[in-house]
T-cell receptor
Framework: AQKITQTQPGMFVQEKEAVTLDCTYDTSDPSYGLFWYKQPSSGEMIFLIYQGSYDQQNATEGRYSLNFQKARKSANLVISASQLGDSAMYFCAMKGNAGNNRKLIWGLGTSLAVNP | DSGVTQTPKHLITATGQRVTLRCSPRSGDLSVYWYQQSLDQGLQFLIQYYNGEERAKGNILERFSAQQFPDLHSELNLSSLELGDSALYFC??????????????FGPGTRLTVL
């Protein structure tokens, strides 16, 4: 069965510094996708970035980048130049390509607080 | 703004009652997903519809049902409500939902409180 693990329940970072949020996964599918979402205190779930398992390069979207290490089964989110508005819950999710694995499964999230 | 709309934003009701949550997907998206987010269980996938047909089922209770209409909007019906059903209910939509890269875009959610 597929599984996503986010081991950091809470993280703190100083404004303007970079922060890495950890995500490890387990799957037997040869092909899969990894997603990161942000949930601010207002509640909405915002898509941030996607990485395909066969993508040659790590995904980047503005200040967000994904440190994808396939052999280690990790897909860590890196936020550069943190801003106060980055304070939120961050969820890692995965989707496989076989049968029941096509559903998006989620980690429990990491709460990020950006200090001024 | 993701383009996914959900109504109502908040809902307060009593145990034993029935409620209907409504979702309109992004323009062009054929798949709709329903999720429940509670403090103790995180984000739980309930059900997916694709172009009017049920495609995948998750941890959806028998008291809950959903459908997707010809205009692609979807409704989630929750009946015989219990205190434990209090949660944030999200609708998400994606293109077909077939490909690994199909990204799900979420609506603002409906916060359900059962008293």
């Amino acid at each position: 069965a597929q599984k996503i693990t986010q081991t950091q329940p809470g993280m703190f970072v100083q404004e303007k510094e970079a922060v890495t949020l950890d995500c490890t996964y387990d799957t037997s599918d040869p092909s899969y996708g990894l997603f990161w979402y942000k949930q601010p205190s207002s509640g909405e779930m915002i898509f941030l970035i996607y990485q395909g398992s066969y993508d040659q390069q790590n995904a980047t979207e503005g200040r967000y980048s994904l440190n994808f290490q396939k052999a280690r089964k990790s897909a860590n989110l890196v936020i550069s130049a943190s801003q106060l508005g980055d304070s939120a819950m961050y969820f890692c999710a995965m989707k496989g390509n076989a049968g029941n694995n096509r559903k998006l499964i989620w980690g429990l999230g990491t709460s990020l607080a950006v200090n001024p | 703004d993701s383009g996914v709309t959900q109504t109502p934003k908040h809902l307060i009701t009593a145990t034993g009652q029935r409620v209907t949550l409504r979702c309109s997907p992004r323009s062009g998206d054929l798949s709709v997903y329903w999720y429940q987010q509670s403090l103790d269980q995180g984000l739980q996938f309930l059900i997916q519809y694709y172009n009017g047909e049920e495609r995948a089922k998750g941890n959806i209770l028998e008291r809950f049902s959903a459908q997707q209409f010809p205009d692609l909007h979807s409704e989630l019906n929750l009946s015989s409500l219990e205190l434990g059903d209090s949660a944030l209910y999200f609708c998400a939509s994606s293109d077909a939902g077939t490909y690994i890269s199909d990204t799900q875009y979420f609506g603002p959610g409906t916060r359900l409180t059962v008293l």
